[in-house]
Every structure is written in C-alpha cells, then in structure tokens.
C-alpha cells in the first residue's frame, strides 16, 4: 500500500432497517483526493442490490420515519462556509428537500414516536455576532468569559450555542423551527420518551465551576408552541450528574445512559445505567447494567434497546463484537450472550424490527470495512469492498502474537514486509507505533498507517501496554499517578517491544529502530528517546508534552492532570514537571521529527513548539512540520492531502535514518 491508495478506501457505516424491514440505508465514504475531500453518500440495499440513495456529496446521519415513508439525514453542501442541515427524502425515492437552514447548522437529531415532529440540535452565533458578516466576525477582539472556549475540531465555542430546537409541520414547503432550550451549556443526544411529550438529552451538569467536566441527563416537556413563535422554552428537569455519552429509551419507556457515574473515574470502562423515573442529581434511582463485565459499551457504534433488553458493541482485548444483554430482576446480573465476534472490530450496528436479525458493518486487519446480516445464525456479507481493495493493492499481512513483561502478557499486532520471510539476518527495518489514548487501543482491525509502513519495507508493530483500553477498570488505570515517576509500567511495557520484536524476528535489524506516535503515542515517544538512545530514529506527533501550559491551552487541559496524575497543577507542580517529556529534552540523542497540526485544541501546537525547541537548543538533529488548518484528528478524519502528504513526510523522515 502506497499514500496515494487512500483514494481506494472504501467504508460502510451507521447502518439503518427501514421499518418494512426489507431495506437498509448505509453510509458509504470514499476518499476522493482531486477534490480533497470525502464523499459520503447514502445506499439502499434491498436484499439483493446495494444502490446510491443520495447524491451527495456529504450525506450522513440516515433515519426512516416510523411509519416508514420518509428517510431524514443530515446534508453538508460543498464551499467554505457550507452547514449541515436536515433534509428530508421519500422512501420510494425522489428530491431531497433541506428544510433547516440555522446559522451553524444541524449535528443530531431524532424523530418524535408519531413522526409528526423532529428534535434536532442546532447550532447557532450567540447574539453579539449573529448579525455580522465572518470578515466582521474574524476581526473583532474574543471576549472570554468562560471555560471551555475552544474545543477541537470545533473551534472557538464560546462564540456559539448549541441547543435543542423542534421542527414541525414537515409537509409544509417551509417547516416550522423553534428553539426549546435556552441554557448556558451545549445540549446533545437528543431522545423522545415513548409518548412523544418529552425530550431527553445531556448537557453540561449546572452549579460547578467550569474546571468540572460533569455533565447531566435532562428532560423537557415538549408542549405545543405558540403559533409565529421562534423560541418557546420549557422547563427543564436535572437528573443524574456524571459523564455521559448518550441516552435511549428501550420498549419498556425506561432510560438508559451510557457512560460513568463520575467523569473522574476515566480512566475506566463506560457502562450502560438504567435510570429510574425518580433519579436524582446526587445519582440515586440508577442501575448499572453492565459493570460486572468490566468492558467498555461503546455507544457510537450502535446501542439498540429491544423487547427483551439492548444489543451493543462491546470492546474486547483488541475486538469489539456485538452482544445482547437481557433485561434481569433488580439485585440480578443480565444475561450476556455474544452474537458477533472474532478477530475483528464492529464500526455501526442495527436491529431489524423483527428484534433479531441485525445489520453489522465491521473491519478486520485486510479489510477496510464491510456491511453484513445477521440472520438465524448465519452471516452474509453484503459487500465486498476488501475483495475490490486487495484486486487493486497487494496487502501486507498482520500477525497477532504476545509477550510477556513482569509475569504480564502484552498484546501486539506486527504488519509484515513483503519477503520477510526470506530476508537475511537483521535486514529489515523496524518501525514501533504507540497508540494514543492512553485508554484506546490497537486491535484486529484495517490500519491503513500500518499497511502504507509496511508497504514502504518497515516491520511495523504496535503494542497495548497498561494503560490501553480492552482489558477492564484496573488495567486501564495502572498508569494513574504513575507518570512523575522515572519509569512509569506503560513506559516500561513500550521499551520492551523492541526486545520482543528483536526476539520473534531474526531478521529485524537492531540498529534500525524506528519509535513514533500520536497524541498520547507522542506522549510516550518523547518519554522514551530520552531514556534509551538505541532509536535511530523517532516522530512524536500532536503530543503532551509539558504540563503545565497545556493545562491553559487544552479544551481538556483543566481537568486532565487530575485524571492520570492525580492533582492539579495548583494542588501540587511536582509531579506536572516530572511527568513533562519537555524536560527531559536534553536527553534525547535520536534524530526527532516533532508533527503537528495549528488548528489542533486537544494537544495544541504550543507544545510541539516547545519540545522542538528544546531539542534544538539540545543539539538534537530535528525538524518540525506543522499542518494548517488541521486539528488533532488529522491522522483519521483531516483533509485527504492533508493525510497523503502526511505520510510522504513520516516515509522520508524515517527513510532518511532507517533505509
């Protein structure tokens, strides 16, 4: 795999049963990398065809009306200035019609039970800025008040509010939009009871200082508005506080909330919570579903309430699968019962109506991403979007094996060169990937950074060192108060790589490591090329790299510190320097490439300046590559040329010391 077979990639995602339940909407993104840009575009698959629905070029969020005849999904036009907006399209086919236009756009939305009614987010300028052109807007002096006011990928929040808005009579040419909530706080989420009158969602949990990352369930009566009127607030009641991605309504019309009781006890598992009608703010009247499975529920990739439970993805030691866990009498543990798994990753999972068949769009090592049925215990792919991708790119092959450190076994993914098999002795060139995170982790899925390197004559392998997500609370909390110190477990679990691989690979070359990471990856690189200079060569990306100023520069910075090294930079600045690879610059010896990205708000630019220039001033062979108008995501999600030249630079930075 070269750069340029990122315009092969072909993904299915966020799959949806129309309630007939003989059709399914899917998104399928393409990379197009003339128009630097990801086609998104909705399909249809009939039991027996797979068809564009929508024309595109950016249509994703696809949901069927209840009674069937309407499928809504969300609408991003092309040009600089382009909002997404809710449009609306007949199940048998037709014109799509965009029926929202507020100032910021549309990011979710859900029908109402008789849908008659949609709620939606919507996201608009505050009021000192609503009626000025962007130039106006640019120009003016930020007056900021609060914390957070920037976040990445979404810029300069403080500017705008995001809130919950209903639309109504949808048949009209123009359908009625009015706000309902006006709080301080972004709202999101959005869910109806079952009958249709009430609205839940999540905000940010009120009467804490903005230093706190608490959010809270809410709830809003949904009464009929005022004829002509543009905003009908209702009144809000505040449920339970913690960290919550995401709520649902099952059969029964009990809530569920996914996420923690507290948002202090990440790093952990998110768990799903059933939340009595009496719940409180102090979190009485909820019940943890899942915690006895010690595993992450991962909502974005589909939690579906059913009759007789919910089905959900379930991370795994390097998987998630797909599990349905069964409604149980209070004091008893639901039944769990596995229905997709194996040695890959589920991106999107759907119930049909009949409560039982599912659709699941998945990834393993080879394969990008694929849409299958589940149906009476059989499979059947639908797609074959790995089968195309392999006829056009030779693939390199993953292998899956473990060491062991401290008496503890460590999980790794190595992607193989073409003709290791055959090579001399010491021939080949290693390159370490360090995930970020740290609560993520590598796992049986298509990494296309790991086929390009491998593709460039690297053995490339990654590892899951404590501290990586997939193995429960404790595992990923062995890092927690550990990073002030000289050599942390995670850090100790990274250096031993190279000798594990050095081990399992006779013809790995010793004097040709290679070391580099993302984020948290970027994290650890710095740590260890300055404890062991046998790394010819290293790139820490978008990395933490001094404490101190990224606790004033993150969107996450006031809390983060609090998390993994157990105080504030107030409390205590000792372990914040100590845990600061900054510091420690003067140490490294292994020519560093420090990448980055201006727009990024999670680990921002500020710290890659810093870092590079401390290895500068050290003597360190360095070069520093900054990407515009890029944020942290740029690896996954930025620009399509952005994601090419990005890898043209890791080849020719590392090709320089390790060819």
């Not at 077979?5 to 072909?10: F, K, P, R």
């Not at 197009?32 to 950016?58: C, K, V």
């Not at 996420?259 to 009485?284: C, I, K, M, Y």
């Not at 080949?428 to 298509?446: K, S």
Request: proline share 7%; glycine share 10%; charged share 25%.
């Amino acid at each position: 795999m070269r750069p340029t077979d990122l315009a092969s990639l072909v993904t299915p995602s966020d799959p949806r049963w129309h309630p007939d339940g003989r059709r399914l909407a899917v998104v399928i993104t393409r990379v197009d990398l003339d128009e630097d840009r990801y086609e998104r575009r909705i399909h249809l698959h009939d039991g027996s065809d797979l068809r564009p629905f929508t024309a595109g070029p950016s249509d994703l969020h696809p949901r069927w009306s209840p009674d069937g005849t309407t499928l809504a999904f969300l609408r991003t036009p092309t040009g600089d200035d382009a909002t997404t907006q809710l449009a609306l399209l007949p199940a048998d086919g037709g014109e799509a019609r965009v029926i929202t236009s507020l100032s910021r756009g549309v990011s979710a939305y859900e029908w109402s039970p008789d849908g008659a009614r949609i709620v939606l987010v919507g996201d608009a300028w505050i009021d000192e800025l609503a009626d000025l052109t962007p130039e106006e807007r640019r120009r003016r002096p930020r007056r900021i008040t609060r914390l957070p006011y920037r976040a990445d990928d979404d810029g300069w929040v403080h500017e705008r509010r995001r809130q919950l808005h209903l639309v109504e009579d949808l048949d009209a040419d123009q359908p009625r939009v009015r706000q309902l909530t006006d709080l301080p706080d972004d709202v999101a989420s959005p869910v109806w009871d079952l009958d249709g009158r009430v609205v839940h969602a999540v905000t940010r949990a009120r009467g804490l200082p903005d230093t706190e990352p608490h959010e809270q369930v809410i709830s809003i009566e949904v009464a009929d508005g005022e004829e002509g009127s543009a905003v009908t607030v209702h009144e809000v009641t505040w449920g339970p506080r913690g960290s919550w991605q995401s709520v649902h309504v099952d059969p029964r019309g009990v809530l569920l909330a996914t996420g923690q009781l507290d948002p202090f006890h990440w790093p952990g598992v998110n768990r799903v919570h059933e939340v009595a009608t009496d719940a409180g703010e102090d979190n009485s009247g909820l019940r943890d579903l899942t915690g006895h499975l010690d595993r992450d529920v991962l909502p974005g990739a589909g939690l579906r309430p059913v009759d007789d439970g919910f089905v959900a993805a379930l991370e795994g030691r390097g998987t998630v699968g797909v599990v349905h866990i069964a409604h149980a009498d209070a004091g008893d543990e639901p039944v769990v019962t596995e229905v997709f798994g194996g040695a890959r990753v589920t991106i999107g999972v759907d119930v049909h109506p009949d409560g039982a068949t599912l659709a699941v769009c998945w990834t393993d090592p080879r394969t990008p991403g694929e849409l299958s049925v589940l149906r009476d215990g059989g499979e059947e792919q639908v797609t074959g979007f790995g089968d195309a991708l392999r006829a056009e790119v030779e693939l390199a092959e993953t292998e899956r094996w473990t060491f062991e450190r401290d008496g503890t076994e460590i999980d790794a993914w190595s992607v193989l060169p073409a003709g290791l098999a055959d090579a001399n002795d010491r021939s080949v060139p290693v390159l370490i990937n360090i995930h970020g995170g740290p609560t993520a982790q590598y796992g049986d899925h298509f990494f296309d950074e790991f086929q390009v390197e491998a593709g460039a004559g690297y053995l490339v392998v990654g590892i899951n060192p404590r501290g990586s997500s997939g193995r429960g609370t404790d595992w990923a909390r062995a890092v927690v108060g550990r990073w002030a110190e000289d050599a942390p477990v995670d850090v100790l679990d990274l250096e031993a790589v190279a000798d594990a691989v050095l081990e399992r690979y006779p013809a790995a070359d010793p004097d040709r490591l290679g070391l580099m990471g993302g984020s948290y990856g970027g994290y650890a690189t710095a740590r260890l090329i300055a404890r062991d200079d046998r790394y010819a060569s290293a790139i820490v990306e978008r990395g933490l790299l001094e404490w101190g100023s990224f606790g004033g520069t993150s969107d996450i910075g006031p809390y983060f510190d609090r998390m993994f090294l157990g105080s504030s930079l107030l409390d205590d600045p000792a372990p914040h320097h100590a845990a600061s690879p900054l510091w420690d610059a003067s140490n490294v010896r292994t020519p560093t490439l420090v990448l980055h990205s201006d727009s990024d708000w999670r680990c921002p630019v500020e710290q890659g300046e810093r870092y590079f220039a401390a290895l500068v001033t050290a003597g360190v062979t360095a070069e520093f590559v900054r990407f515009p108008d890029e944020g942290h995501e740029l690896s996954r999600s930025g620009k399509p040329k952005h994601r090419l030249e990005r890898f043209e630079v890791i080849l020719d930075w590392h090709g320089r010391f390790l060819r």
